[in-house]
């Protein structure tokens, strides 16, 4: 059997950090996630899927993701009911997030939302398991978002018919 789902979208709102009775974390938040076709306007629509995380994870998504963040899911597909306040029965589908990569790097946070987050990644045990900070003299030869490491600078590229795949 295999239950797996890969997203990347924006932020909903900001997400909702709660904690059980027993003290444990969980943060809820809702994805807005492109569909690869336009409609007959010519428009693209979007799905929201509401994403939970737990733990550690939970924690780093409420204090590092806001509204409109650029975010990538890595989880399973998760279905529970419970009763209303009527009495009615309510179903839900959601994404248990197993992985969440934060997108954006940190500049392009702050200046469209306020955040101040990297391009990082934490697993579900909450470390960081990659990312940079722009600005942090520490981190030797990263390139930015906004620079092409591919342009053409002049040189002639010296490449061997050895280095090509074809």
Same mark, same amino acid.
């Given at each position: 059997m295999m239950n797996r789902v890969v997203l990347v979208g924006r932020l909903t709102k900001d997400p909702d950090l709660r904690y059980t009775p027993n003290g444990v974390p969980v943060a809820n938040f809702t994805l807005a996630v492109n569909r690869t076709f336009t409609n007959? =306007?010519?428009?693209?629509?979007? *799905?929201?899927?509401?994403?939970?995380?737990?733990?550690?994870?939970a924690e780093n998504i409420a204090n590092y993701l806001k509204k409109?963040?650029?975010?990538?899911?890595?989880?399973?597909? =998760?279905?529970?009911?419970?009763? *209303?306040?009527?009495g009615k029965r309510v179903y839900i589908t959601e994404v248990v997030a197993d992985n969440v990569q934060f997108l954006e790097p940190r500049s392009a946070a702050s200046q469209d939302r306020g955040g101040d987050f990297g391009g990082s990644s934490f697993d579900g045990s909450g470390q960081r398991s990659q990312g940079s900070s722009y600005g942090d003299q520490r981190n030797q030869g990263y390139t930015r978002t906004d620079e092409d490491p591919f342009s053409n600078d002049g040189q002639p590229i010296d490449i061997s018919d050895d280095d090509l795949p074809f």
């Open positions: 007959q =306007q010519g428009e693209r629509e979007a *799905d929201f899927i509401f994403c939970v995380a737990w733990r550690r994870q409109g963040s650029l975010a990538g899911v890595d989880g399973r597909l =998760q279905t529970r009911s419970y009763d *209303d306040q009527d």
